[in-house]
């Protein structure tokens, strides 16, 4: 449109093949939806759509390994945070489990969610992980089933400090119902756990359906889902 007015107004303007070139570029994005491709003179071919395809999977790549990186943060995060605790309390490993199940209720109940509240509820995670293997009486099972949500995580924790096999069906189960966020990253974290443990090939048909009927219930791209995906490449990787 705007050529033609320029050569009605100034006939004596030539329009070479530079000019014409750079007006198609100039409306590229209008006709995108309309050709795959269009080659402008000199032979230069522009391919709408499959640099549209490159740009998005370049950007997904790119997101992709920022949310690894942010999984491996919090991971890294637990594991100092559980190197370096000490008990400054003087209560017993299970008074202490208690009191920070208790304090994970509390906060959930009374902060909003945020970064704030997360920090606390790993530095919370954390420290159940080095308590929790002193739990002699603890009994897995029946805090997986608990009602109460820093129960259940007190079982998590020990579980991804503790990987027992014979706790993968209830704890996948477990997982699979969890209603906390931030529990059900961790339980998801805690079956890779155990199935390093024992290797992916003895996991039961029945517990991999399981874990496999969770994504559609998880939310995608959510961190749960990548703590989910992970596990489930440990078992597609041993299927191959």
């Known amino acids: 449109m705007g050529i033609g007015v320029v050569h009605v107004v100034r006939p004596d303007v030539k329009i070479d093949g530079t000019t014409l070139a750079l007006a198609a570029i100039a409306v590229v994005p209008w006709l995108g939806d309309l050709f795959e491709s269009i080659e402008l003179p000199g032979g230069t071919k522009l391919q709408y759509h499959r640099l549209e395809e490159r740009i998005d999977a370049t950007e997904q790549r790119t997101e992709e390994i920022r949310q690894a990186a942010d999984d491996a943060a919090r991971q890294a995060r637990v594991a100092l945070v559980t190197s370096v605790s000490e008990d400054t309390t003087g209560a017993s490993p299970a008074e202490r489990a208690a009191q920070l199940a208790h304090e994970f209720n509390e906060l959930r109940r009374t902060e909003p969610s945020g970064p704030g509240r997360t920090h ?7 420290e159940l992980v080095r308590l929790t293997p002193h739990l002699a009486d603890m009994d897995p099972h029946a805090a997986l089933a608990s009602d109460d949500s820093g129960t259940r995580l007190t079982a998590y924790a020990r579980l991804y400090a503790i990987p027992g096999p014979q706790y993968l069906r209830a704890l996948v189960e477990a997982a699979a119902e969890e209603n906390v966020p931030f529990n059900q990253y961790w339980a998801f974290h805690a079956v890779g756990a155990v199935i390093d443990t024992i290797g992916a090939g003895r996991v039961e048909l029945a517990t991999a359906r ?12 959510s961190d749960r889902a990548r703590a989910l995906s992970a596990v489930l490449t440990r078992l597609d990787d041993d299927a191959a």
């Open 210 to 221: 399981r874990l496999r009927a969770c994504v559609s219930r998880v939310p995608e791209n």
């Open 120 to 126: 606390r509820q790993e530095q919370i995670f954390a």
